[in-house]
T-cell receptor, first 110, second 116 residues
Framework: SQQGEEDPQALSIQEGENATMNCSYKTSINNLQWYRQNSGRGLVHLIL?????REKHSGRLRVTLDTSKKSSSLLITASRAADTASYFC??????????FGSGTKLNVKP | NAGVTQTPKFRVLKTGQSMTLLCAQDMNHEYMYWYRQDPGMGLRLIHY???????AKGEVPDGYNVSRLKKQNFLLGLESAAPSQTSVYFC???????????????FGPGTRLTVT
């Protein structure tokens, strides 16, 4: 399977702390994207990093990409209770196929 | 601007019954996708389409068929439902007419299907 792996599977932190989740994939990609899913809802795009980029920022989000290790990480700084959700990485292959990781369930305690 | 909509939101089928899930997008996107999400497994790509009149198989296509007769609609069909097809189905679309690099996907709210 091309599906990536994410770790940890679950993460519980206090409000104000940083949350880091990691994603690995198996073959060369075009880009890698991170999505958030609130319980029972569809996925919402957070950030995209292209294969020739190493780091990207968007607000409280920081994404890194290491193509030599086939891995990416998502850092959420100064987390809030509203950040409680599942987070998925999606890697794009052949410019038209996405493969999603298994997700990290983040719980931010107020 | 409704984005991506899915019909129906919930459905219960008996084994062997058939049904069609409808996905519609009003963003003039070229690419459309159908995924299924099972507990603890993330999303798996069933079929996708890179334009009107074209479809292609994804990771788990068996037991499903699709059609994209109009650019804005992408239909997912189950000809003979099985309990293993109990899942939440998500449709997504993305725009890539002028760029070879895939853009972000916009997701519908999902269809919860139970096959008994």
């Amino acid at each position: 399977s091309q599906q990536g792996e994410e770790d940890p599977q679950a993460l519980s932190i206090q409000e104000g702390e940083n949350a880091t989740m990691n994603c690995s994939y198996k073959t060369s990609i075009n880009n890698l994207q991170w999505y958030r899913q609130n319980s029972g809802r569809g996925l919402v795009h957070l950030i995209l990093i292209r294969s020739n980029e190493r780091e990207k920022h968007s607000g409280r989000l920081r994404v890194t990409l290491d193509t030599s290790k086939k891995s990416s990480s998502l850092l959420i700084t100064a987390s809030r209770a509203a950040d409680t959700a599942s987070y998925f990485c999606a890697s794009l292959y052949n410019f038209n196929k996405f493969y999603f990781g298994s997700g990290t369930k983040l719980n931010v305690k107020p | 601007n409704a984005g991506v909509t899915q019909t129906p939101k919930f459905r219960v089928l008996k084994t062997g019954q058939s049904m069609t899930l409808l996905c519609a997008q009003d963003m003039n996107h070229e690419y459309m996708y159908w995924y299924r999400q099972d507990p603890g497994m993330g999303l798996r790509l069933i079929h996708y389409s890179v334009g009107e009149g074209t479809t292609a198989k994804g990771e788990v296509p068996d037991g499903y068929n699709v059609s994209r007769l109009k650019k804005q609609n992408f239909l997912l069909g189950l000809e003979s439902a099985a309990p293993s097809q109990t899942s939440v189905y998500f449709c997504a679309s993305s725009y890539s007419k002028y760029s070879q690099l895939g853009d972000e996907q916009y997701f519908g709210p999902g269809t919860r299907l139970t096959v008994t």
